[in-house]
């Protein structure tokens, strides 16, 4: 794996957790670990977010990032796609592009877009027939 782990501002680090939690829910994610402001060197709350017991999406309070950030997220097939976008859609994203082929990008690239509740452009993609 080349990253190890990513950390987005967010609006309301509790309220980005849950929509993660049940965003990502279909991919096996959930909070590994929360860290409190007065344990955490920002002074911020923190959620690390991830599988296997590793966090590797944390989330934080601060100012988003302008523009917002792009997520892309691996799904091993096409009904868990399907199911984020749905999840998502539940837990309060926006629709940013509905489950399809992006035949741009090639011919099995099956993904879902959804804005996060502060603009994150989040992606589940499955790249499998």
């Given at each position: 794996?080349?990253?190890?782990?990513?950390?987005?501002?967010?609006?309301?680090?509790?309220?980005?957790?849950?929509?993660?939690?049940?965003?990502?829910?279909?991919?096996?994610?959930a909070c590994i670990v929360s860290v409190?402001?007065?344990?955490?060197?920002?002074?911020?709350?923190?959620?690390?977010?991830?599988?296997?017991?590793?966090?590797?999406?944390?989330?934080?309070?601060?100012?988003?990032?302008?523009?917002?950030?792009?997520?892309?997220?691996?799904?091993?097939?096409?009904?868990?796609?399907?199911?984020?976008?749905?999840?998502?859609?539940?837990?309060?994203?926006?629709?940013?592009?509905?489950?399809?082929?992006?035949?741009?990008?090639?011919?099995?690239?099956?993904?879902?877009?959804?804005?996060?509740?502060?603009?994150?452009?989040?992606?589940?993609?499955?790249?499998?027939?």
């Open positions: 794996m080349l990253i190890d782990h990513v950390e987005i501002p967010v609006s309301d680090a509790d309220a980005a957790r849950a929509f993660y939690e049940a965003a990502l829910g279909p991919l096996g994610v409190s402001p007065d344990h955490s060197a920002s002074g911020t709350k923190r959620h690390g977010l991830g599988s296997d017991g590793y966090p590797r999406l944390w989330i934080h309070d601060g100012e988003p990032a302008p523009g917002g950030v792009h997520l892309a997220f691996a799904a091993p097939d096409r009904a868990t796609v399907d199911a984020f976008y749905a999840a998502a859609m539940s837990a309060g994203g926006r629709d940013n592009g509905r489950p399809g082929i992006r035949a741009r990008y090639h011919p099995s690239y099956y993904a879902a877009y959804v804005h996060d509740l502060d603009g994150n452009n989040i992606e589940v993609v499955c790249q499998r027939e």
